[in-house]
Every structure is written in structure tokens, then in C-alpha cells.
């Protein structure tokens, strides 16, 4: 885990609400997240980032084996029932795009 840390926070972070378009690998962590979240939760049916919030870095590091090629972080809205606080969120994305990891916080 320390060595995520240091890829984190040696990485050189693009963001900005200015940044038009955003990477597909993104999409792949929303969707990603909402299986996971499905998962424990059914009845959260819609995941989405705040674009303004994101933080998308690419990463030449690697977890065990396992190269991450980027990391997103940035602030999730979860349909739920009694909030509508974001949750922060953090995705490793792999070769081709292969989401590795997506973890939120809780609220």
C-alpha cells in the first residue's frame, strides 16, 4: 500500500474544470464502482463523478505486479436514500484501460 501512496503522490494531477473531455478510462471507473457498490448495496441504481472535482494523473508504477497506467480521484454522488453528500473516491486503471481498483469513502 505505501508504495500506491508514493505513485500518488508523485504523479502530476490534471485538474481542472476547464478539462473538456474526459478520459475513457473514467467511464470505466464510474461503471466499475457501480458493480461493486451493487454488490453490497442493490438498491443504489446511479453513480456519478463530479468532473469538476476530478483529479486524473498518469501513473508509471506498479502494485505487486500489476502496472497502473492512471489514477482518478474526485467526489462521487451515490443514490441513496438519507444522503446526498458526495463520497470520495480513488480508481488505479491498468493496461487497456483495466479498472484495478475503485474505493469510495463512506459517508
Do not use: W
Request: net charge neutral; proline share 5%; aromatic share 6%.
Amino acid at each position: 500500500m505505501r508504495y500506491i501512496v508514493g505513485a500518488l503522490t508523485s504523479c502530476l494531477i490534471m485538474s481542472s474544470p476547464a478539462f473538456a473531455q474526459v478520459p475513457a478510462e473514467v467511464e470505466a471507473c464510474r461503471l466499475s464502482g457501480l458493480a461493486a457498490l451493487k454488490e453490497r448495496s442493490p438498491s443504489i441504481e446511479h453513480l456519478t463523478f463530479d468532473i469538476e472535482s476530478l483529479a486524473i494523473s498518469k501513473a508509471q508504477t506498479k502494485v505487486e505486479d500489476t502496472p497502473i497506467k492512471m489514477v482518478v480521484m474526485g467526489d462521487a454522488y451515490l443514490q441513496r436514500e438519507k444522503s446526498d453528500k458526495p463520497n470520495r473516491f480513488v480508481c488505479l486503471v491498468s493496461d487497456k484501460g483495466k479498472v484495478v481498483l475503485t474505493f469510495f469513502t463512506e459517508q
